[in-house]
Every structure is written in structure tokens, then in C-alpha cells.
């Protein structure tokens, strides 16, 4: 390697000029088989990953529409209480782990480098084992659930009840395994995007210019690489506990059954936080295109985002109210969980003024984002009203809770996901998305979800505990549940017109343009879909808006999407500082590999091995990890990173 | 089992709070409703939504929309943490010594109520029906047996968990007589939903002659028929419960020396009347599946002869 090829000064060409032959040569994924096992371009993981978490949403569905035909009448015994026990508990092991949180990673890995006029993630392979490991762990898990073997415990699983005397079977162990390998996955995916957040943006690109959206992302990453290993703790102990004998929860032996609740819980609230975040960066993002304005209040809602993780951070013991912990500690972490509050004050605000000082165009998008608003405020205020703690003596593990969550998931989750969806879909696919069929589409869904779960409220408030089976007649909760399980169905048929949505426009939808709605971020400056390379020249940014410059009286800002950088010698992309955003490397980028790909099937065995206690097979997957890893992490000459780019 | 009202001192201000919460909630969901629908429909653009051919327009910056909110905000969550702290306080610890104290134990899938007394010979222990008297403030104490459960009367108290290796306090009062329904609340397993109690509330007269008559052993055999039915069921439920004043002596199970006095069997599942007692006998199974009570393959006699008996336990 010559000096002249360290210190390069990268080749700037008009867009009109740009080798794509020759980069879409060096970027492409081989065609077939190979390369569907090999390939690490981020949109296709990006895709992959939420291809995979719908069919999750979808099976999570049905595991709830099961349970409330059970729960449609009092008394009912479709359900043998194990079978219902199972569901619910797959269920939202399903919903919060294996729908919630990878759906927003499939959306950020699709558009994160597109929104920030780069190439690729910053650690490519990286990104396809994140993919791989939660799709295997999805699969260990309901492979748990199929044999009858799925969790159920809930998804929060507290002890002694999941120990080996309460729950002899191999329920607990499948559960406890596939957490701990999906934790691996969630790890490396959250390092991925804080690296590249950090590094991987447009020249130009400084800290007050990055899209909205990717604070959510950012933030949810950063608080799951703090919480996770919590949670992946919690459950290394517990399967000890079930094989070894271990006393970390035994109460015999002077373990500590609440012990389990601190560790899960100190995971599983930033854990709400990191699954609606990023939805809700997506709404920050979607919404103002059409109301035809900026967001009102870039900085603050930023702010914002972060305030809640770190408030977020401290309130995990209002799950634990009614555990008869001293009345000051109920204090402070009431005190904490009506004050985070604030921040999303700030957020639903800012919207409503974005619609308020815009002018609104109907779209199906727009209807999901902005009913996104009233969802998200249903299931704050009942989530303030759980944070006052003789309110939530009374409120916790009623149904008032399950409507809770379920305005928060849905609210904040599955609607601007949906909205997302419609939004994105034509630059995934270069067609858009049926607006009429969209309209039955949200209107089903919307109507569906509130005659679902609004009435939980009530059902809570006149006393019905959560986690039952069956219940009794004539306590006021007969028609709440009838009502209930009618509206399930009515939100079930909204997903499938969405399904159907896709399918029909993925044929026959009319084709999208580059930019098909006027949007101002970077994503819609290059084709719909986007060539294998992302950009042929890589852009220049100079604000925050760069597509909508000059029309927003920002004279000085000039962003440079014309001209730019090529950088075709291998696969390439920028570095920049992390606050300036001054490019300071060029980024030598892995090509495709199966490494990814055989760590997951060796971590797979290695897994089942454990489940089964065949260590022999323990130890050729844990073999066939390290090999793989070898090969992965072998020195490459043509990945020798350039230093010091004399670029601008 | 609702709690949008409540009775007694305990619970008194925390409906009032709920109400509070509640209201300002419901006021909170209306005003941003009303904000999001007007906003849309106000300067909506009207057409076949082509998005692209509406202008873009910066307007005004909108930052004091959020400052103003914002404010308003504080005034009201400050002015909840604030009542929540008051009644946090109001409720801690009953304004006087309570004079009976209650250890009430959570077990898969029943509860077990030991009252307790310096005398020994005044202890009682029974189950699934706690009786109390009334305008007396009443001490819990929870113990966990098996796996962690939740003690919730709503209409009296709201919840303090049972957990297995810590004991946990709490105080419940009702200022008037009544029956008041309580259910396990943490998940428990399979009969998570199954696992009810009544709270009885009586006058204190009246209190202190049910505890009279509890304390009494069951009365002996009147007859040769209730005498063989006492001796089929020493023999075939003897291990698990209790019947005081006879040989059945088990402790896993509750104890029956006074099950006719109670209005409801199996934790409050069924109504203790002489045909669910029998249908509960002959297969508890079939009506709790995953109960700890197993099927006795009693024979028909058997089984007449133990439900002659136990209707005799009043």
C-alpha cells in the first residue's frame, strides 16, 4: 500500500458524473442463494428485520385473539388454565422482545444510513448478526412454545414461581436461554447504531443537524447496552438456580425473591422507554412533512428524548409498589414517575403546535401520526395515574394496567410504526401505498383499538385483576369483556388490511418518484428504492432540512447534494468528528460474509445444547462461535483504514 | 370489587385521590383531543392529498406553545405528587393500636388467616373468610408460603404482596358491616384466578361471638351415620385438614372445623351449598384443574358419609 493511497484526497464529481456502474459493481450483494446467507447491506437487514417482526406482531395477535374468545363470556373452558398461562405469556414475550423493540431497529437500520447521506452501518456485519441471532433466538423461544414448553410465567417471569419445584418443565429453561441469547443480539445492534450515530454521517452533518428521529434510536441504544446485561444477569442466575442449584432466588436458602424484581425491572422500564422513542422520533419525523413545516421545537424535543431515558433510569420500583417497601423509597420513585411527565409534555405538545401552525394534508401516514397524539396522551395519563402510589395500590395488576400498556404499545408503538409504513414504503419499494385502502385501513385499526382497550379500563377500575384465566359472573366485568373481544377482532381486521395493502401495492402500487411527498431529509434525495451504493456521490450537508433549503429562510444554509464526494475504491464511506461532523477518515467497509451467519448457527447449537444438557453439543457450537468469530475478525489488507483525508 | 368507592379509614382518601387523578386525567385526554382534532381540521389542506404540491412554510417558531404547556403542567403534576404524599402519609399507619391483628398467609391457591392473641388458647386459625369488626382498625400481617400472591380487598385497601421470606404489614378498617370481596393479585399459576376471600365485617359484638364460637372444637358425632362419616374423613382428608376436636389434624390444607360457617368453598370458587360440597369432593380437578386437593376416588357412600359429616361442622 502506497502513501499516496493512506493520504487521499477523495475524487468530487457532479452527481451527473458518478461511476454507478462501477460502485453499484462494488456495493452489490451477490444474486442467489449465497448471497442472501452473506449479504450485509443495512437495507436489506433493515427489511429482513421488519419483515420478521411483523410476522411476530402477527403471531402475537393470534395468541391474543385466542385468549379473548376465552375471555369473551365469564366462566368459559376453551382454555385449560397452562394453555392460557402460555399464551399470555407469549404473548408479550412476543410483542415486547421479539415485535417491539426489532421493528424500530428494522426502520433505524434501513433509513439511518440513508437519513445521514452515508453508505452503510458502521460495523456492516455486525448489523447482519444482530439480524441473525433474533431471528434464531424468535425461533429457540417459540420452539419452547410449539413443544408446550413456552413461558408461563408472564413475560416479567418473577420467582419462586418460575423455579424448578413451582415449574419443573422446560418452560422456564427455553425462556431464560432465549432471553439471554435475543440479549446478545439487542447488544451488538444498540453498539452498531450509537457508532453510528456518533461516526457515520454526512460531512457537514453536526449534532444540531442529524433527523429527529435518530435521538430515539440513539438514546433507546444507549440505555439497552446499560440494562440489558440486568436482565441477561437475571436470567443466567435463575436458569443456575433451575440446573445447578444454585440459591440466587431460593428462599430456603436465603435468596432473594425480590432480588429478581429490581434486576428485571431496572431492565424492563428503560425497556418501555427504548421500544416507544424511536416511534415516536419517526412521528417527529413524519408528521411536520405533512403539516408542511418544520417540527416545532427541534432542540427541546431532542432534549426531551434523552430526559426520559434518564429519568427513565429511576423509576423501575413503581412495577414494585405493592412489595411493602418503606414508605420514603415509594416516595421518591412516585415522585420520579410523575415527573417524567415532563419531557413528554414537550414531546405531544410540539406536535400538536406542528399541526396547529401547519397546514395538514390528510394522508393515511398523517392520520396514524396524529391519532399516534391522542393515543400517546390515553396511555401517559393513566401511566401518571399508576405513578401515584395509593392510586396504583389499587390500580396495579387490574385490567386498568393491561389498558395501560396496551395505549402505550399500540399508541406509541404499533400506530407510528404503521404511519412509518406509509410513509417509508415507497422509498423501500419505489411504490406507494394504497391512500384508500389506507383510510379503511387506519379507521378499522383506530376504532378496533379504542373499543378494545378502553373499556380494560373500566373492567380495572371495577376490580378485574389481570392474569386470569376465566372470571366470574355478575361482577360488572361480563359485557366490558364481551365488548373487549369484539373490538380485538375489529383491530385484527385493520392489520390485515394493512397486509393487504402491502401486498396489492407491492404489485400494483403507483409508482413513487424519488421524493413522492416533498420530505426534507436526506432519504429522499437519492431514488426510491435506493441503489445498493446509497448515494453515487456522497452529500454535503449544510442545515437541518437540506431538500426544503431556500424555502424556509435560511439563506445562508447550502447543503451540497449535486456534487460530492465519490470515494469508489472498495467499499467506502466517511467518518466525521462526532460534534462537528467534519469528516476526519475514510471509512474502509467490509463486503459480504458468511461469518455472521455461521456464529448464529454455531450460538444456536450451542443454545440447544444447553437446553437439553447435552454439553457435548454445548461446546461444538461454542467451538464453531470462536471459529467463526476467528474468521470474522481475520486481518484484511483492503481494510486498512485510511487515515487523515485531506477532504474540503 | 370496584374502587371508585370505598369504606373506612384507609380507604377513604385514597378514593378521593383516585377521583382526583382520574378527573384531572380525563380533562388532560379531553383539552389535547380537542387541540389534535381542531388543529387537523382547521387549515387542513382539502383535495386528494398531493402532498407535494402544498408549499412549505417555516411560520411562526411555535417554542411557546411548549413553554406553556409545560408550566401548566408542572403547576398540576406538582400539585398530585402533593396529594400523593399526603394521603401516602394519611394512610401509613391507623390512627389508633389496632386491637386484633390478623396473619394472613397466601398459599397456592387459598388463604390461611391465623388470628393471633397472647393467649394461646385464644388463636384461631381459618380460611378464605376473614371476619373483622367493624370502626376498629385491623392488622395484617402477610406471610408468602409457596410462591408470591397479593392480599387485595378493593373496597377496603389496595394491595400489599405476600412474598416467601419476608413479611410484610398493612392495616385495613371498615367503618360499616358489609362482605367484601378480596382476590389474590400477583400471578400465582395455574389458579391465579381462582383465589378469592371475603372480608366479613360485623359489628364488634357481634365479632366477638363468631370468634366464640370458631374457637370452639367441633362438636362430637351425634349419630352412628355422622360418626362413620367423621371416620371416612379422618381417613381420607385427615393429612391435609383440619377438623379441631377430631384426629384429622393435617395443616397443608384449610382448616374445617367450622367450614359451615363460611359462605363459599374452594377459596371462594363456589357457593358452599351441599351440592357444589359434593361436586367439589368428588372431583376438585374438574373444577379447579391444577388444585392441590387431588381426586379421592371416594365411592358413593364414602362420599355421602363425608358430606353428611361436614355439614354438621357449623
Not at chain 1, 163 to 170: F, I, K
Not at chain 1, 202 to 208: E, F, I, W, Y
Not at chain 1, 595 to 617: C, E, Q, R
Request: aromatic content about 12%; proline content about 7%; charged content about 10%.
Amino acid at each position: 500500500m502506497t502513501v499516496s493511497e493512506i493520504e487521499r484526497v477523495p475524487e468530487i464529481l457532479p452527481v451527473s458524473a458518478a461511476p454507478r456502474r462501477e460502485l453499484e459493481e462494488i456495493w452489490k450483494t451477490k444474486p442467489g442463494i449465497g448471497g442472501w446467507f452473506s449479504t450485509v447491506d443495512h437495507k436489506e437487514i433493515g427489511k429482513r428485520y421488519i419483515v420478521t417482526a411483523f410476522i411476530f406482531l402477527v403471531l402475537g395477535g393470534v395468541e391474543a385473539l385466542i385468549m379473548r374468545v376465552q375471555l369473551a363470556r365469564p366462566e368459559q373452558s376453551l382454555l385449560t388454565p397452562e394453555q392460557y398461562n402460555q399464551l399470555f405469556s407469549t404473548h408479550g414475550m412476543t410483542m415486547i422482545f421479539l415485535y417491539a423493540l426489532p421493528i424500530l431497529s428494522g426502520f433505524s437500520n434501513y433509513l439511518w444510513p440513508l437519513i445521514f447521506g452515508s453508505r452503510d452501518m458502521a460495523f456492516p456485519r455486525l448489523n447482519a448478526v444482530s439480524y441473525w441471532i433474533y431471528l434464531a433466538s424468535g425461533i429457540f423461544m417459540y420452539v419452547g412454545f410449539a413443544i408446550g414448553a413456552g413461558p408461563d410465567d408472564g413475560w416479567f417471569n418473577y420467582v419462586p414461581y418460575a423455579e424448578r419445584p413451582y415449574n419443573p418443565g422446560l418452560n422456564m429453561d427455553f425462556y431464560s436461554l432465549g432471553m439471554i441469547f435475543l440479549g446478545i443480539s439487542t447488544t451488538v445492534g444498540s453498539a452498531n447504531f450509537v457508532v453510528t450515530f456518533l461516526l457515520n454521517r454526512a460531512p457537514g452533518m453536526s449534532l444540531n443537524r442529524v433527523p429527529i428521529m435518530s435521538w430515539g434510536t440513539l438514546t433507546a441504544s444507549a440505555a439497552n447496552l446499560l440494562v440489558v446485561p440486568s436482565v441477561s444477569l437475571a436470567f443466567f442466575m435463575l436458569w443456575m438456580d433451575r440446573q445447578f442449584g444454585t440459591h440466587f432466588f431460593d428462599v430456603s436458602q436465603q435468596g432473594q425473591p425480590l432480588l429478581w424484581q429490581h434486576l428485571f425491572w431496572i431492565f424492563a422500564h428503560p425497556w418501555v422507554y427504548a421500544i416507544v422513542l424511536p416511534a415516536m422520533g419517526m412521528v417527529s419525523e413524519g408528521l411536520p412533512v405533512f403539516c408542511r413545516r418544520p417540527l416545532v421545537g427541534y432542540t427541546p424535543v431532542a432534549l426531551a428524548t434523552v430526559a426520559t431515558m434518564i429519568l427513565g433510569f429511576g423509576v423501575w420500583v413503581h412495577h414494585m409498589f405493592a412489595t411493602g417497601l418503606p414508605t420514603l423509597a415509594l416516595s421518591f420513585f412516585s415522585s420520579a414517575s410523575i415527573l417524567i411527565t415532563l419531557p413528554s409534555v414537550v414531546s405531544v405538545f410540539a406536535w400538536i403546535a406542528t399541526i396547529w401552525l401547519g397546514r395538514p394534508v390528510i394522508t393515511t401516514a398523517f392520520l396514524f401520526f396524529a391519532s399516534m397524539i391522542v393515543l400517546f396522551v390515553i396511555g401517559g395519563v393513566s401511566g401518571f395515574m399508576t405513578g401515584s402510589v395509593p392510586v396504583d395500590w389499587q390500580l396495579t395488576d387490574t385490567y386498568f394496567v393491561v389498558a395501560h400498556i396496551h395505549y402505550v404499545l399500540i399508541g406509541i408503538n404499533v400506530f407510528p410504526v404503521v404511519g412509518a409504513l406509509y410513509f417509508w414504503f415507497p422509498k423501500m419499494t419505489g411504490r406507494m401505498l394504497d391512500e384508500r385502502l389506507g383510510k379503511w385501513n387506519f379507521w378499522t385499526m383506530f376504532v378496533g383499538m379504542n373499543l378494545a382497550f378502553f373499556p380494560m379500563h373500566l373492567s380495572g377500575l371495577f376490580g378485574m385483576p389481570r392474569r386470569v384465566y376465566t372470571y366470574p359472573a355478575g361482577l360488572g366485568w361480563d359485557t366490558i369483556n364481551l365488548i373487549v373481544s369484539i373490538g380485538a377482532f375489529l383491530f385484527a381486521i385493520g392489520v390485515l388490511l394493512l397486509l393487504a395493502n402491502v401486498l396489492v401495492s407491492l404489485r400494483g402500487g403507483r409508482v413513487a418518484g424519488a421524493n413522492p411527498w416533498d420530505a426534507p431529509s436526506l432519504e429522499w434525495a437519492t431514488s426510491s428504492p435506493p441503489p445498493s451504493y446509497n448515494f453515487a456521490v456522497l452529500p454535503e450537508v449544510g442545515s437541518l432540512y437540506p431538500l426544503w433549503e431556500g424555502r424556509l429562510g435560511d439563506a445562508a444554509a447550502r447543503s451540497s447534494l449535486a456534487e460530492g464526494a465519490v470515494l469508489d475504491h472498495g467499499r467506502e464511506t466517511f467518518s466525521v468528528t462526532p460534534l462537528e461532523g467534519m469528516p476526519d477518515l475514510i471509512l474502509k467497509m467490509p463486503g459480504d460474509s458468511y461469518a455472521p451467519f455461521i456464529l448464529t448457527v454455531g450460538m444456536s447449537a450451542g443454545f440447544s445444547g444447553l437446553i437439553v444438557h447435552w454439553w457435548w453439543l454445548a461446546a461444538a457450537g461454542a467451538a464453531l462461535t470462536a471459529l467463526a468469530m476467528i474468521v470474522w475478525l481475520w486481518p484484511e489488507r483492503k481494510l486498512a483504514q485510511i487515515a487523515g483525508a485531506g477532504y474540503g | 370489587m370496584s374502587y371508585l368507592s370505598g369504606f373506612g379509614n384507609r380507604a377513604y382518601p385514597v378514593v378521593q385521590l383516585t377521583w382526583g387523578v382520574t378527573a384531572l386525567s380525563l380533562a388532560v385526554i379531553v383539552i389535547c383531543t380537542g387541540l389534535v382534532l381542531v388543529g387537523t381540521l382547521r387549515r387542513r389542506v382539502r383535495g386528494t392529498g398531493a402532498v407535494d404540491q402544498v408549499p412549505i412554510a417555516p411560520g411562526e417558531s411555535g417554542l411557546r406553545w411548549i413553554v406553556i404547556s409545560v408550566a401548566v403542567s408542572s403547576v398540576f403534576l406538582f400539585a398530585s405528587l402533593v396529594g400523593t404524599v399526603i394521603v401516602l402519609a394519611a394512610v401509613a399507619a391507623p390512627s389508633r393500636e389496632p386491637k386484633v391483628t390478623i396473619e394472613v398467609t397466601g398459599q397456592q391457591w387459598w388463604w390461611k388467616a391465623r388470628y393471633l392473641s397472647d393467649d394461646p388458647s385464644r388463636t384461631l386459625i381459618t380460611a378464605n373468610e376473614i371476619h373483622i369488626p367493624t370502626g376498629e382498625p385491623v392488622h395484617i400481617r402477610l406471610i408468602g408460603a409457596d410462591v408470591i400472591h397479593s392480599f387485595w380487598v378493593p373496597k377496603l385497601t389496595g394491595k400489599t404482596d405476600t412474598i416467601p421470606g419476608q413479611e410484610n404489614e398493612m392495616w385495613l378498617e371498615a367503618d360499616r358491616p358489609g362482605r367484601y370481596r378480596g382476590q389474590c393479585t400477583e400471578f400465582c399459576g395455574w389458579q391465579h384466578a381462582h383465589m378469592a376471600f371475603f372480608v366479613v365485617a360485623q359489628p364488634p359484638m357481634e365479632f366477638d361471638n363468631w370468634m366464640a364460637a370458631q374457637l370452639q372444637p367441633a362438636a362430637a358425632a351425634a349419630s352412628p351415620d355422622i360418626q362413620r362419616g367423621e371416620n371416612t374423613f379422618t381417613f381420607h382428608c385427615g393429612m391435609c385438614h383440619t377438623v379441631r376436636g377430631t384426629q384429622a389434624g393435617g395443616t397443608v390444607a384449610p382448616d374445617l372445623t367450622h367450614l359451615m360457617s363460611r359462605s363459599t368453598i374452594a377459596a371462594g370458587t363456589l357457593d358452599n351449598t351441599p351440592g357444589n360440597l359434593s361436586g367439589w369432593i368428588a372431583n376438585p380437578q374438574a373444577i379447579k384443574p391444577g388444585a392441590r386437593m387431588p381426586v379421592l376416588y371416594l365411592s358413593g357412600p364414602e362420599l355421602q358419609n363425608v358430606r353428611t359429616y361436614l355439614a354438621t361442622l357449623n
